[in-house]
Nanobody, 123 residues
Framework: QVQLVESGGGLVQAGGSLRLSCAASGLTFSNYAMGWFRQAPGKEREFVSSINRSGSTTYYADSVKGRFTISRDNAKNTVYLQMNSLEPEDTAVYYC????????????????WGQGTQVTVSS
């Protein structure tokens, strides 16, 4: 079965950095666009970033543009999210997701989801 496993979350001070990873198995990774989403307590799940199948095109929410970088390694079936200049407002559970063929900002269009990894940014 398809599995997406996130790692790399944790507690960091404001201004710090974290790198999230999402390892995929059970699917042909290069056929799927990948996305990162986050959900803070009491809030809806929101789009953070996505990347197309080849890695040539990326998308970012305005709130993270210039601070976060998404990338993928199709040989390792892994997608990454480099998060720099973290702010307390970035505190959330971060999820990776896979969408067949075309990237999207809409969470309900994604086919598979990971279990999430907690990111906490202290002020």
């Amino acid at each position: 079965q398809v599995q997406l496993v996130e790692s790399g979350g944790g507690l960091v001070q404001a201004g710090g950095s974290l790198r999230l990873s999402c390892a995929a198995s059970g699917l042909t990774f290069s056929n799927y666009a990948m996305g990162w989403f986050r959900q803070a307590p009491g809030k809806e799940r929101e789009f953070v970033s996505s990347i197309n199948r080849s890695g040539s095109t990326t998308y970012y929410a305005d709130s993270v543009k210039g601070r976060f970088t998404i990338s993928r390694d199709n040989a390792k079936n892994t997608v990454y999210l480099q998060m720099n200049s973290l702010e307390p407002e970035d505190t959330a559970v971060y999820y990776c997701a896979a969408k067949f063929v075309v990237a999207s900002t809409r969470p309900n269009e994604y086919n598979y989801w990971g279990q999430g990894t907690q990111v906490t940014v202290s002020s």
